[in-house]
């Protein structure tokens, strides 16, 4: 039972994989499509909401260095999730990765946490989307009776009714294709990035400089009876407080880390690249390096327009503008962030879906959901399936608590990417590699090191909710999973049912 559990599945035989017919995504993205995937995915809620919260609770000003330091350990974890594409281009990222590398069950449960980092991502980008649309509807006059808005109604019923409609609109772009989804998201892509430049050429301008004294606040006592709510860390070394000082930088970046998920989806799409083995390390660091640059400045100039303790936490980009008397850019801001982060939605939703599909492949999960569209060549079965429940639960989720429960989902996952680059360079010297990560392995190590300590600056409520969804995982691959594998059947034949007729 023990050598089942972490069979490996070889790089060769998951390349193959992708050639079936019936199983086959269509090649229409270049270097350019994967960058833009990143940099559209990546601008979003981080920075046109957490930036505020984080200054105004942990740290300040020096916010600036939260994102220096979570955009490193991104780096760390890029490069190694860059060799691993080149080497593997196959749908499911960090999930293909470690089947080829540790193992089925390692493999099983980096694929059931993707599932829930990118449909929680999904959900809460859905939400914060409906939150600026209201806005600006409430702006042109018409208003959303409360209970279609997400706020309890007079029977205590809310269902937010735009993020369940932005979801479902999206998938139905997922479904007709890939090259659409990519078109779509550079013209949005395109106004994103030029509100961002908006606020950091404008709000230059406004800057004031007592506004950055003291930059690093001095640390503040953690309130008596924080328990669950203190960081990890805090509770478990008492090391120092998580609100300002130093250690809020720390816990800052922690929860900042939210705005830079998306680069790892690049690695989702390395299956649908026509040269994966170029264009995916290309449109992974590339997109990585933009935002980090643009995520400093952006904080550097708002806490230099307001200071930190006056920032808003809902609409801190806004905000800052309307309280200098320049509510036109606020406008501009706002219709800038409801139209970007439509791309962010649509690319979580694409990562779910593509990781999903390749666990179904692999018989981890129905192989019902593996079959691709005849004519669109896309995932459709799990696509709409993942799309109608998003849908649902964003229409009843609420925003508090959730980024935290995606963050750790995804620093999990730059764990496991960095110990299975090690794994390979030993097991599979032989490989054919594209892209190299530097200095192995002291840059798997230091990226290991580097995630697991924001990992500890996360609340201990957010480690419960994550052991529990593991503890389900679990159950899943035990009672299904482990038994449906592929490599538990080798004689399987690729594929059981008939093929569909071709439209």
Not at 17 to 34: C, W
Not at 86 to 107: D, H
Not at 233 to 241: H, K, N, T
Request: charged content about 10%; aromatic content about 10%.
């Amino acid at each position: 039972m023990g050598s089942s559990l972490f069979r490996t599945k070889n790089v060769e035989q998951s390349i193959r994989d992708t050639e079936e017919p019936e199983h086959a995504l269509k090649k229409s993205l270049s270097a350019l499509d994967l960058t833009v995937f990143g940099v559209g995915v990546i601008i979003g809620t981080g920075i046109f909401v957490l930036t505020g919260q984080v200054a105004k609770n942990n740290a300040g000003p020096a916010v600036a260095l939260a994102f220096v330091a979570a955009g490193v350990v991104c780096a760390l974890a890029a490069l190694c999730y860059a060799e691993f594409a080149s080497t593997v281009p196959v749908a499911g990222s960090a999930y293909t990765f470690s089947y080829a590398s540790l193992g089925e069950l390692p493999a099983w449960i980096i694929g059931w946490d993707l599932v829930l980092e990118f449909a929680l991502g999904t959900a809460v980008v859905a939400v914060g989307w409906s939150g600026y649309m209201r806005s600006l509807l409430d702006n042109a006059g018409w208003h959303l009776p409360g209970y279609l808005s997400g706020r309890d109604g007079a029977h205590g019923f809310g269902f937010d009714i735009l993020a369940a409609l932005l979801v479902l609109v999206l998938t139905a772009i997922l479904v007709l294709g890939m090259k659409l989804s990519a078109r779509i998201t550079s013209l949005v892509v395109a106004i994103k990035v030029a509100v961002v430049l908006i606020v950091i050429i404008a709000g230059a301008f406004f800057v004031q400089s007592r506004n950055y004294h003291p930059f690093i606040p001095p640390a503040q006592p953690v309130p008596a009876g924080a328990s669950l709510k203190a960081p990890l860390v805090q509770l478990m070394f008492g090391w120092s407080p998580a609100n300002f000082g130093v250690m809020g930088i720390f816990t800052a970046a922690s929860v900042v880390f939210f705005a830079f998920i998306g680069f790892d989806i690049v690695a989702t799409a390395a299956e649908e690249t026509r040269n994966p083995q170029r264009d995916v390390p290309r449109g992974i660091l590339g997109s990585l390096i933009i935002c980090t640059v643009l995520y400093v400045a952006v904080s550097i100039v708002v806490t230099g327009m307001q200071n930190y303790t006056q920032l808003s936490v809902d609409a801190p980009l806004a905000d800052a503008f309307k309280s200098i008397g320049h509510p036109w850019y606020a406008g501009v801001i706002s219709f800038g962030a409801a139209i970007g982060l439509t791309t962010v939605c649509l690319i979580l939703l694409l990562g779910q879906t593509r990781v999903f599909f390749a666990m179904s492949r692999d018989g981890l999960l129905p192989r019902f959901f593996s079959r691709v569209h005849p004519r669109f060549r896309t995932p459709h079965r799990p696509t709409i399936l993942l799309g109608v429940i998003i849908a649902i639960v964003a229409g009843f989720t609420s925003l508090s608590e959730l980024a935290e429960l995606v963050n750790i989902g995804t620093l999990f996952a730059f764990v496991v990417v960095a110990i299975s680059v090690i794994i390979l360079r030993k097991t599979r010297p032989d490989l054919p590699r594209a892209f190299r990560t530097p200095w192995v392995p002291v840059v798997p190590i230091v990226s290991v090191c580097a995630t697991l300590w924001l990992m500890l600056n996360l609340p201990a409520e957010t480690w419960l909710r994550f052991a529990i969804w593991m503890v389900i995982g679990f159950a899943v691959y035990f009672l299904y999973g482990r038994s449906h594998s592929r490599l538990a059947h080798p004689e399987q034949p690729s594929e059981p049912e008939p093929a569909p007729p071709i439209s």
